[in-house]
């Protein structure tokens, strides 16, 4: 079986063939990460634009670099929901219209799931991939529009990509299974009994904790996207500097705007200010020391938050026998290390396996909406029209 992916619901355009037991045949991804560090945030009209320049050359990519054609494509698989309207709008009529033209079945496939599934890729992959290439359009319409095709098509082929091989599949999560889902615009726990079967058991009330990390890294005057700059800049600092409050949510729920709401206070504090003074007037009056001091105690206490969750859900939920983190913040390096050493074996005393994707498929890419669609179509999930498939912003997992 051989399935063409396409993913585009916030600032990535990626396409992926994917074969047999999750076999990466190709994966593209173009981020537009470095035209939003520009902005600070994603510029919603920016990104779909950003998406249609790309993405027929990056599904071409994955076709060349897999060495197949639309002709050995069994099926077609894309991400409908949830998202950017405009960016998942790309897409979605992309894959519609490839799946009519070329007569394939089309897999319509929700963007936590893929998250979930990025845990069946591990293991699978050399390390040349995956082939990302940041900011490959201007992030000047006026200057975008002078791409032609084939320029953007020359800076998409830079790198070069080869097929990999298969490796075994005995260390793949086992069910039942939690799955922690962490990501900009989602944190929840999902419970799965078996394969494309989600039950939500927590889910956050407010901001996601990607969300945090991005609006916290604002305050602290460190660039977009804010996970990795809070990481780098919270490796100088002292995890302990700065006490900030855990949120009291009842149940396995989480709640994450307080904790943006302490750090801003605590700034304040630290730098004298009054309340009122406004989070962008901040940055400028820290001293590098401080900066690092806030985003280490930030840091910690975030990963606590959710390393804490995960244990009480491990406590209602005994006989689970696999724990699997999912969603661009599982490439936290201090998540992996507190979920592998708290969590790893339950305070049952039971021990279960900790799975966290590979880095390169933390974050958005179209190899792990192959995944998802893989195993739906072995679950025997019918396939969806592609006359009506529509997007959806929001949409829970199902
Ligand atoms: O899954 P993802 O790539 O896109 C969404 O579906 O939202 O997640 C993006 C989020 C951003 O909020 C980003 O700041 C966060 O993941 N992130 C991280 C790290 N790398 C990315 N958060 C914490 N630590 C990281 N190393
Ligand atoms: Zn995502």
Known sequence: MKILAIESSCDETAAAVIGDDCEILSNVVVSQVDIFAAYGGV???????????????????????????????????????????????????????????????????????????????????????????????????KNRRKHSPSSQATILHKKSLSSVSVS????????PLLALVVSGGHTQIIYMKKHNKFEIIGTTRDDAVGECFDKVAKILGLPYPGGPSIAECAKAGDVNKYRLPHPKVGGLDFSFSGLKTA??????????????????????????????DFAASFQETACEILAEKLEMALEAHMGVKSLVVAGGVSANKVLREKALKRLSVGSD????????????????????????????????VEPTDPYVLNIAPRQEIA
């Open 263 to 292: 750090v801003l206070r605590a700034v304040q504090k630290e730098l004298g200010v009054p309340i009122n003074t406004p989070s962008y007037e901040l940055a400028g009056k820290l001293a590098e020391q401080q900066r690092a």
């Open 168 to 175: 075994s599949q005995s260390d793949l999560p086992e069910f």
């Open 349 to 380: 005393g039971i021990s279960r396996k900790v799975y966290f994707p590979e880095l390169k498929f933390a974050g958005d890419n179209a190899a792990m909406v192959g995944a998802a669609a893989y195993y739906e179509i072995l679950s025997g």
């Open 43 to 141: 510029i919603p009209e920016v990104a779909a634009r950003s998406h249609l320049e790309v993405i027929l050359p990056v599904i071409h990519k994955a076709l060349k670099d897999a060495v197949l054609t639309k002709d050995d494509i069994d099926y077609i698989a894309v991400t409908h929901t949830p998202g950017l309207l405009g960016s998942l709008l790309i897409g979605t009529l992309t894959a519609r219209m490839l799946a009519i033209l070329w007569d394939k079945p089309l897999y319509a496939v929700h963007h936590l799931k893929s998250h979930i599934y990025a845990n069946w890729l591990n293991a699978r992959v050399e390390d040349n991939a995956l082939s990302v290439q940041h900011g490959c359009v201007s992030p000047h319409l």
